[in-house]
């Protein structure tokens, strides 16, 4: 009988068993965790910290951002912790309108995390209406106090442009650089070569876009013209070097 009754409980010992924590499970928990990151980077931006800044200052703490990059010394960040303290609310520094080239990390390239910037992205960095409406919330309702327009070295969709290749969708989205070209080329020697061949034309075409779409950006958005004559935002233009990583000032 008593046979019988040890036979009954047995599953039931053997499941209390597997149940309970092994001996030393919160000292293989404590040895499995990652050594502490010193230096690292957890809080997000906040209202007031954005609020003190000025658009020079936010200008300045972008290109300090560009030396550290080109210095392979980029901060280190939590962005699990950056992630969930970004769940409320935003108040980013700036707005960076870069091409949609995939060798062109914006956040890195300027050492910035998660909340530090908002960054719109299309082939050849031209404006739009959609993207002046996003350039006017980020600025005018969310707070930031820099525009800079970013164009880069290499760039295929000026090339593009410059070759005046006609493709799909392609075709209107390059008639937005068009007017850079035509300024670039207005003063070209007539035997000079005017393809894409010719890099010192891609340069200058490129420049010249940066520089047309930062007169877009005053001329067709009263707002931010309006902010930037007051002092609140500063408007600028840059070129991403491809050789280098170093952003260059225009």
Known sequence: MNHYIALLLLPLFI????????????????????????????????AEEQAALTPDEVLDSLLDG???????????????????????????KAVVLSCLDSRIPVEDVFDKGIGDMFVARVAGNFVNQDILGSMEFGC?????????????????????????????????????????????????????????????????VCVENVLHNIERIRKESPILREMEEDGAIRIAGAVYDMDSGRVEML
């Not at 209390?16 to 404590?30: F, T, V």
């Not at 980029?74 to 980013?92: E, I, K, N, W």
């Not at 327009?149 to 799909?168: F, I, Q, S, T």
């Open 15 to 46: 499941l209390a068993a597997a149940c309970e924590p092994a001996p030393d499970s919160g000292q293989a928990a404590e040895k499995e965790q990652p050594a502490e990151v010193r230096g690292v980077v957890e809080r997000v931006l906040t």
């Open 66 to 92: 560009n030396r550290r990059f080109v210095d392979n010394d980029l901060t280190a960040r939590d962005h699990s912790a950056q992630v969930r303290q970004s769940t409320s609310g935003q108040y980013p």
């Open 140 to 204: 005018k309702v969310a707070g930031a106090k820099l525009i800079l327009v970013m164009g880069h070295e290499h760039c295929g969709a000026v090339k593009a442009a410059v070759d005046g290749v006609e493709l799909g969708n392609i075709t209107s989205m390059l008639a937005n650089i068009r007017p850079a070209v035509e300024k670039a080329t207005a003063g070209l020697d007539p035997e000079a070569d005017r393809s894409s061949k010719n890099a010192a034309l891609v340069h200058e």
